[in-house]
């Protein structure tokens, strides 16, 4: 018997969604019925795809974001809920990472990735959580309640890596803080869980995986290959899924095995 998730009737709100993994998560909750909300900077890009969404018979908008701004966070959120509805999924994707020795980090480095790992990751979690914290207590509208909310980390805050040191740092503390959204929220019917994806090929990146240290690094992985965005479309689905309601709480790895 085949098994198919339905989010038709849910508003999903994608973080980071002009481009990697973020486009591909916005691409997946579309297909899968959702009224996707295309979040980010680079408006532009959000354009693009949210025409190629649609002409597959979606429903998407685009927001502008910046996670770094907590009043861009507040104003993103107001409008993709005027636009399209309450907030009922949230893929908390936006991220950046640098490389370098622990010892050449300076502190516009530090507070750069910080801030938007981090601190962007977790009030944009807050404004979505408030709302759905609202509609669960009936001080707000709306006929769902509860909500799912996807914190995405990375097995960096698994595993420490040299020269990436401040990003597995960052992604820790994602890690940690879903776990203490989960304990907090659960009660309102929200579900909040950590994907951690492992070594995955994006244009942000393809580059890297074309040299010489790129091609090193393949060769040290479990099955000396890296992962496609496509490779995290059933752990997304199965933490967005109205029927992962007993999810709560969870840091699952997608990374081929890398920190087993």
Known sequence: MAYQIDLSGRVAMVT???????????????RAGAGVVLAARRMERLKTLRAELEAEGGDAHVVALDVSDVDSIRAAVAHAETEMGTIDILVNNAGMGTTQHLTEVTPEIYDDVMTTNTRGAFFVAQEVAKRMIARSKGTAPGTFTGGRIVNVASVAGLRASARIGVYCMSKAAVIHMTRVMALEWGRYGINVNALCPGYIDTEINHYQWQGEAGQKLIQMLPRKRVGKPQDLDAVLMMLCANESHFVNGAVISADDGYAV
């Not at 969604?17 to 579309?30: C, Y």
């Open 16 to 30: 980071g969604a002009s481009s990697g993994l973020g486009e591909q998560f916005a691409r997946i909750l579309s």
